[in-house]
C-alpha cells in the first residue's frame, strides 16, 4: 500500500554535515568518506567504539550503527544470537545485530527524515548517547557470554545487576 499527498517535496540538507560538526566539537576522531558516509571513533568505559552514519537521500533515511571494538568466535555465535533477541526486547530504540562479515556486535537505528526539515543537533547527541549508553550497558553480557561462558540468560541477570548502597 502507498499513500501520497501532491506536493513539493524540498530536499533535506545532508545531516551529515552536522554529524560532522558534532564530533569535530567532541574532538573525537573519523573519517568523512563521501557526501553519504561518516565513520568516528568514540571513547566509552569498556572500549572505543566506532560509530557509523550512512545518509540515503533518495530514501531520505539516516542509517547509524555503533560497533563494539569486540570478535565473537564462530563456536559462540549462537549463545550470541540468543543474547542478542534477550537484549533487545528491552530496548526502546534501536537494536543490536551481529555484523557477520567482521564478527562484532553493534547497536543499530535508521531515522526516516523525509519530509522533515533534518535532524536536528540535539536528535544527533540523543542517538549517540543512546547508542553507547546501551553499548556500555551490555558490554558486560556480551562479554559473560564470549569469555565467562555464561548462557545468553546468566549474562543478561549478571549485567543488568544494579548495586544498592555504599561500601
Given at each position: 500500500?502507498?499513500?501520497?499527498?501532491?506536493?513539493?517535496?524540498?530536499?533535506?540538507?545532508?545531516?551529515?554535515?552536522?554529524?560532522?560538526?558534532i564530533v569535530t566539537a567532541n574532538d573525537w576522531a573519523f573519517d568523512r568518506r563521501s557526501d553519504e558516509e561518516l565513520a568516528v571513533e568514540v571513547p566509552g568505559?569498556?572500549?572505543?567504539?566506532?560509530l557509523y552514519f550512512a545518509w540515503r537521500e533518495?530514501?531520505?533515511?539516516m542509517h547509524f550503527?555503533?560497533?563494539?571494538?569486540?570478535?565473537?568466535?564462530?563456536?559462540?555465535?549462537?549463545?550470541i544470537c540468543e543474547l542478542l533477541a534477550m537484549v533487545n526486547?528491552?530496548?526502546?530504540?534501536?537494536?543490536?545485530?551481529?555484523?557477520?562479515?567482521e564478527g562484532a556486535p553493534m547497536f543499530r537505528h535508521t531515522s526516516l527524515l523525509r519530509g522533515a526539515i533534518g535532524f536536528t543537533h540535539?536528535?544527533?547527541?540523543?542517538?549517540?548517547?543512546?547508542?553507547?549508553?546501551?553499548?556500555?550497558?551490555?558490554?558486560?553480557a556480551f562479554q559473560f557470554v564470549i569469555w565467562g561462558?555464561?548462557?545468553?540468560?546468566?549474562?543478561?541477570?549478571a549485567s543488568l545487576l544494579e548495586t544498592v548502597g555504599e561500601a
Amino acid at each position: 500500500m502507498s499513500i501520497s499527498l501532491v506536493y513539493e517535496d524540498e530536499p533535506v540538507p545532508n545531516p551529515l554535515d552536522l554529524v560532522e560538526q558534532i564530533v569535530t566539537a567532541n574532538d573525537w576522531a573519523f573519517d568523512r568518506r563521501s557526501d553519504e558516509e561518516l565513520a568516528v571513533e568514540v571513547p566509552g568505559k569498556w572500549c572505543n567504539y566506532s560509530l557509523y552514519f550512512a545518509w540515503r537521500e533518495d530514501m531520505g533515511a539516516m542509517h547509524f550503527t555503533c560497533a563494539f571494538d569486540m570478535k565473537v568466535p564462530g563456536p559462540k555465535r549462537l549463545v550470541i544470537c540468543e543474547l542478542l533477541a534477550m537484549v533487545n526486547e528491552k530496548l526502546w530504540l534501536g537494536h543490536f545485530g551481529l555484523w557477520e562479515e567482521e564478527g562484532a556486535p553493534m547497536f543499530r537505528h535508521t531515522s526516516l527524515l523525509r519530509g522533515a526539515i533534518g535532524f536536528t543537533h540535539e536528535q544527533v547527541e540523543d542517538l549517540v548517547d543512546i547508542a553507547v549508553s546501551e553499548c556500555e550497558r551490555f558490554y558486560p553480557a556480551f562479554q559473560f557470554v564470549i569469555w565467562g561462558g555464561k548462557s545468553a540468560r546468566e549474562a543478561v541477570a549478571a549485567s543488568l545487576l544494579e548495586t544498592v548502597g555504599e561500601a
